[in-house]
Structure formats: structure tokens, C-alpha cells
């Protein structure tokens, strides 16, 4: 089997929702280890900071965990200008946030146009 080769993602900004989770952390971790430079958006701080240095102490990478509400707005943009500052560009972005609950990051009146959930 060939190994993957992951080294175009180095020095590459990413930005995982809900990072601090179970799933969210694992590909968080291993996109750090692939040489990424890591942005945790979570809403439990306290969480997102422990993921972030425990990252950074095995990989080496530039981790940085925020407190952010998916759901808001203004959470949203502070994060942006403050990856933008810290970090550059960013290059990817994972949507992790909200579990398997549709309530957690959705709500029907958010879509116009044909498809809109109901």
C-alpha cells in the first residue's frame, strides 16, 4: 500500500470547528503532525487551550485554541481577525462543531431558497 504524502499541507493554516471535541481533536492532532499550523474554534475554552498545548507538546506545531460560538456572529469575525493576526491566511477549514445534533449549529430560518430544511 502507498503511503500518503501530506507534505504540501506544511505551514498550511487550518481551522477546525469544534476541535476540542472526541473527533474534532483527533484530526487535530493529526493534521499538526502533518506539519499544519492549527486553529481550534470551540465553545468550551478552557478545552480548546488544553487540546491546543497538548498538541503543540507532541507535535511541535503552532496550535491555537478560541472560544468561539459558531453561532454568532461577532464570535465568528473576532476569531477570523485574530487567526488573520496569529496565523495569515486561512487555507482549510473543517465544520466539526455542533455533534450529531442539527439543532446545535443550524436553525431553518438561517436558509433562503430552493432545498431550505423544513
Given at each position: 500500500m502507498k503511503k500518503a504524502d501530506f507534505s504540501e499541507l506544511a505551514?498550511?493554516?487550518?481551522?477546525?470547528?469544534?476541535?476540542a471535541g472526541v473527533i474534532g481533536s483527533s484530526i487535530v492532532e493529526g493534521?499538526?503532525?502533518?506539519?499544519?499550523?492549527?486553529?481550534?474554534?470551540?465553545?468550551?475554552?478552557?478545552?480548546?487551550?488544553?487540546?491546543?498545548?497538548e498538541v503543540k507538546s507532541k507535535t511541535g506545531a503552532k496550535v491555537l485554541?478560541?472560544?468561539?460560538d459558531v453561532l454568532d456572529r461577532a464570535s465568528l469575525e473576532a476569531a477570523r481577525d485574530t487567526i488573520h493576526t496569529e496565523f495569515g491566511r486561512i487555507r482549510y477549514l473543517i465544520n466539526g462543531a455542533g455533534g450529531n445534533s442539527p439543532k446545535a449549529t443550524t436553525r431553518c430560518q438561517q436558509y433562503q431558497g430552493r432545498g431550505a430544511p423544513r
Open positions: 505551514d498550511k493554516t487550518c481551522v477546525i470547528t469544534g476541535g493534521l499538526a503532525a502533518a506539519g499544519m499550523k492549527i486553529v481550534i474554534l470551540d465553545i468550551n475554552a478552557e478545552l480548546a487551550g488544553k487540546v491546543a498545548e485554541g478560541l472560544k468561539t
